[in-house]
């Protein structure tokens, strides 16, 4: 069984999200500062009428911030309710964003990706005809608590 993923990739190093979880790919532009959020939450960005927090996977996972290159893009992901979070998005921004990879996660060669507490969000490895592809789970990429309130709060911001 086949998966849609958009590749991106972070310090050279190639990932996905799953397709069935992004709502549109935007360019990296200007955002609106947050001071004093969480580390990796570079800022909110005003898309349809709807604000969102954008975390930078690179920023995110303990590196610099991601190169302003032609293919660095917003990721723009929805976020289901559950629990004390309510539904919303949340963009994630990378480099090399370029296309759409059809893997299949069941191969003999996939398997779950280390778990590691300074990379968050980080799903299943596959290999594929180019390498090792790590899945992203955008929903995992803050905690819980952090997430919910930047949703909270990106519901109730008027439109700017």
Not at 24 to 31: F, N, Q, S, T
Not at 43 to 72: E, F, I, K
Not at 125 to 154: E, I, K, T
């Amino acid at each position: 069984m086949d998966v849609l993923v958009v590749g991106l990739e972070v310090g050279g190093e190639r990932y996905g999200i799953p397709a069935a979880l992004v709502v549109e790919v935007v360019p990296a532009v200007p955002l609106r500062v947050v001071p004093g959020t969480h580390e990796g939450v570079v800022g909110l960005l005003r898309h349809r009428g709807q604000v969102v927090p954008v975390v930078d996977l690179s920023r995110a996972w303990g590196g610099g911030p991601t190169p302003r290159r032609m293919s660095t893009r917003i990721v723009l992901c929805d976020v289901p309710a559950d629990g004390d979070r309510p539904a919303g998005r949340v963009g994630v921004l990378a480099e090399r964003v370029t296309g759409a990879i059809r893997l299949d996660p069941t191969t003999a060669d996939a398997g779950p990706g280390p778990a590691t507490p300074t990379a968050r969000g980080l799903g299943r490895l596959v290999h594929d005809a180019d390498g090792l592809l790590q899945w992203v789970r955008p929903v995992d990429l803050l905690p819980a608590d952090v997430l919910a309130s930047l949703l909270r709060a990106a519901a109730e911001v008027a439109p700017w």
